[in-house]
């Protein structure tokens, strides 16, 4: 039996000692010299050799080499694995703090708790960052978005399930639109939520009356009626109870609260005209856009677009006339209605803008002029709402028995009104805008009277076609006809249009002169081909039988409209005997466009069209009552 087991059976309790771990630091460095030693003799002998060894022979085995230092002091640093520790925790006591006192292990935790309370209110996106594939800017704008959610107010109730919930953004092709980012792919339930809810803001805003007081905008809103009001019986100055002269009249009210700022919706030409592009043949990108909401009573009869300003004009024979601004993207009514009229007794048929001037050259205000199927017609000045009856021109009022037909000059100084008594079926009476005075009359000689008339670009004449296929052209300046030609193949003409630029300058400037007969057929001349060359410049000479550029015969029915667009591309023409019988027409190659319309394009029975000023837009009219836009891109 060897000596330590001898040394338990007498002395018990040092066994029981030597078998529990002691928390001071000198009997652990005994054991750990004991473990060494066991080590460093494991090869000589057995184990009960080396418990049989004496205190003095583990010391001297325990003394280490020059190999052995070198080692602990490369992997430890110092000699003393006290000194490591220590310099290891420097400054780093609550992460491993000294564990062999209860109160430490106290401290310890309270530590832990007053750490939890102080992230407690945080929320755990503010604790993390989110790294994303486009950068920083992902990050940022993360961040932002969390700002402005922080600023609404909480819902009143939410799902605890909606964290835990997991929606693939990028597997469903309905929610890509909900992407931030395209790599982006599943989100919580609630972020998912709260994108749909902005999806759905997006789409559908809040009115404005529904919006509270401090989220209000402060921009300008532009009324549904700037003359206080959208009813359609608002102006009852301008009501024309009966066929008798004079009539009291109060001032209908004014747009002032357009017209004051209605320089801010203006372009200068040039530079509207700059942004035209040039249109292909054969193909034009044309897309429908916002109707005019209101819709007339009867047909439409007119419509005409402000020469400078975004406003449409429209009238039908339900006595209305309407003023539109012409915005599809205004909030929160498209287009929305500036003022309407009624002229109680009154069928209005033709309406038009005129730029009034006075003697010295200068603008004295914008005037609308309208008429019906009556022995007078009406002038509205736009800025003062004062109306104007014209129930008579002086010394020629026997020749009309109504005032329907007339036109208004580019210029705004003057103004063409047709005579209607059989007699004088062939004659134009021309009258001052200013003083709506009588100035001069052009006359054509021909069976049937004029069918239809249209004022040169400059001003300064006009084209007259009679309903037996002659036109004739018309010098306000020497107030003589200065030609007479005859339209090929005609048997009855109906409309006449022109338009274009750079024509010739002794017959109006203009490019193009388009005649429309019964028969449904267009014929396109080049006004420079209608000149003779002369000798004299003096002298103007027309050819008598003109060969037109381009013979149009798409329709069968007699053609009813015609119209030129301002920067002379395009002319339309159709016929309001037939359900949509309309075409398009491109300039200079006289090429009918072919797609479009369709036969799915909502046309009706067309009774109007007329372009913008920027030639953008095409306003059509039709039987119903109703003004659809199509937008002309290119």
């Given at each position: 039996m060897s000596?330590?087991?001898?040394?338990?059976?007498?002395?018990?309790?040092?066994?029981?000692?030597?078998?529990?771990?002691?928390?001071?630091?000198?009997?652990?460095?005994?054991?750990?010299?004991?473990?060494?030693?066991?080590?460093?003799?494991?090869?000589?002998?057995?184990?009960?050799?080396?418990?049989?060894?004496?205190?003095?022979?583990?010391?001297?085995?325990?003394?280490?080499?020059?190999?052995?230092?070198?080692?602990?002091?490369?992997?430890?640093?110092?000699?003393?694995?006290?000194?490591?520790?220590?310099?290891?925790?420097?400054?780093?006591?609550?992460?491993?703090?000294?564990?062999?006192?209860?109160?430490?292990?106290?401290?310890?935790?309270?530590?832990?708790?007053?750490d939890n309370d102080q992230f407690k209110n945080v929320d755990d996106s503010m604790l993390f960052m989110v790294d994303t594939v486009g950068g920083g800017e992902g990050v940022i704008a993360h961040a932002e978005k969390k700002a402005e959610e922080a600023v609404v107010d909480k819902p009143a109730w939410e799902d605890s399930d909606d964290e835990r919930l997991t929606v693939s953004l990028a597997g469903v092709g309905r929610?890509?639109?909900?992407?931030?980012?395209?790599?982006?792919?599943?989100?919580?339930?609630?972020?998912?939520?709260?994108?749909?809810?902005?999806?759905?803001?997006?789409?559908?805003?809040?009115?404005?009356?529904?919006?509270?007081?401090?989220?209000?905008?402060?921009?300008?809103?532009r009324r549904s009626s700037a003359a206080g009001g959208s009813d359609e019986s608002g102006l009852s100055g301008e009501e024309a109870d009966s066929d008798e002269e004079g009539g009291d009249y109060e001032d209908a009210l004014p747009l002032e609260q357009f017209l004051r700022d209605v320089n801010a919706f203006a372009e200068d030409d040039d530079t509207r005209l700059s942004k035209r592009r040039r249109l292909r043949p054969e193909t034009l990108d044309i897309q429908r856009t916002r109707d005019i909401p209101d819709t007339h009573k009867a047909g439409v009869?007119?419509?005409?677009?402000?020469?400078?300003?975004?406003?449409?004009?429209?009238?039908?024979?339900?006595?209305?006339?309407?003023?539109?601004?012409?915005?599809a993207a205004a909030y929160p009514t498209p287009n929305p209605i500036l003022t309407s009229v009624q002229v109680r007794r009154t069928d209005l048929r033709r309406a038009a803008f005129l730029s009034?001037?006075?003697?010295?050259?200068?603008?004295?205000?914008?005037?609308?002029?309208?008429?019906?199927?009556?022995?007078?017609?009406?002038?509205?000045?736009?800025?003062?709402?004062?109306?104007?009856?014209?129930?008579?021109?002086?010394?020629?009022?026997?020749?009309?028995?109504?005032?329907?037909?007339?036109?208004?000059?580019?210029?705004?100084?003057w103004m063409a009104v047709a005579a209607s008594d059989k007699k004088g079926g062939g004659i134009l009476n021309i009258l001052n805008a200013a003083t709506m005075q009588w100035v001069a009359q052009a006359r054509i000689d021909g069976r049937g009277g004029i069918?239809?008339?249209?004022?040169?670009?400059?001003?300064?004449?006009?084209?007259?076609?009679?309903?037996d296929g002659q036109v004739a052209e018309w010098s306000l300046e020497s107030k003589r006809t200065v030609g007479v030609?005859?339209?090929?193949?005609?048997?009855?003409?109906?409309?006449?249009?022109?338009?274009?630029?750079?024509?010739?300058?002794?017959?109006?400037?203009?490019?193009?002169?388009?005649?429309?007969?019964?028969?449904?057929?267009?014929?396109?001349?080049?006004?420079?081909?209608l000149l003779v060359a002369?000798?004299?410049?003096?002298?103007?000479?027309?050819?008598?039988?003109?060969?037109?550029?381009?013979?149009?015969?798409?329709?069968?029915t007699a053609i009813t409209i015609l119209s030129f667009s301002p920067d002379g591309q395009l002319m339309v023409f159709g016929s309001n005997l037939k359900k949509d019988a309309l075409r398009l027409v491109h300039l200079p190659s006289c090429t009918v466009y072919r797609n479009w319309p369709t036969e799915q394009t909502p046309l009706g029975r067309i009774s109007a069209v007329a372009f913008s000023a920027d030639s953008s837009i095409l306003a059509i009219g039709n039987d119903a009552g109703k003004v659809r836009m199509w937008e002309i891109r290119g």
């Open positions: 000596r330590r087991r001898q040394q338990q059976k007498e002395d018990p309790s040092s066994e029981e000692e030597g078998s529990f771990a002691q928390f001071s630091n000198e009997e652990e460095e005994e054991e750990d010299d004991i473990s060494m030693s066991d080590v460093a003799s494991d090869s000589s002998g057995s184990d009960d050799d080396e418990s049989d060894r004496s205190p003095q022979q583990k010391e001297i085995n325990l003394v280490k080499d020059s190999d052995e230092e070198d080692l602990e002091r490369l992997v430890l640093g110092t000699k003393s694995a006290d000194d490591f520790r220590a310099k290891l925790f420097a400054g780093d006591d609550f992460l491993l703090p000294d564990v062999t006192g209860s109160k430490a292990l106290v401290s310890v935790a309270a530590d832990k708790e007053e929610l890509r639109k909900l992407r931030e980012f395209e790599g982006e792919d599943v989100v919580n339930g609630t972020e998912y939520s709260q994108r749909l809810r902005a999806q759905y803001m997006r789409m559908y805003p809040v009115p404005e009356w529904a919006r509270p007081a401090a989220e209000k905008k402060t921009r300008r809103r009869s007119c419509l005409a677009f402000h020469p400078r300003h975004p406003i449409l004009l429209s009238t039908s024979v339900s006595s209305v006339m309407f003023l539109h601004h012409v915005d009034v001037k006075g003697e010295d050259g200068e603008g004295q205000g914008e005037e609308v002029v309208f008429a019906g199927r009556r022995k007078y017609f009406h002038s509205w000045n736009l800025a003062t709402g004062a109306v104007k009856k014209i129930s008579k021109i002086a010394g020629h009022q026997k020749e009309h028995k109504t005032m329907e037909r007339f036109r208004t000059s580019p210029c705004g100084r069918a239809d008339f249209q004022w040169w670009s400059s001003g300064e004449g006009l084209t007259i076609a009679g309903r030609w005859r339209d090929e193949g005609s048997i009855g003409g109906t409309v006449l249009a022109m338009g274009g630029r750079h024509g010739p300058r002794a017959i109006g400037e203009d490019r193009w002169v388009a005649v429309g007969n019964s028969s449904g057929i267009v014929n396109i001349y080049d006004r420079n081909e002369s000798k004299d410049k003096k002298d103007v000479e027309i050819k008598k039988l003109p060969t037109p550029a381009r013979v149009l015969e798409q329709l069968t």
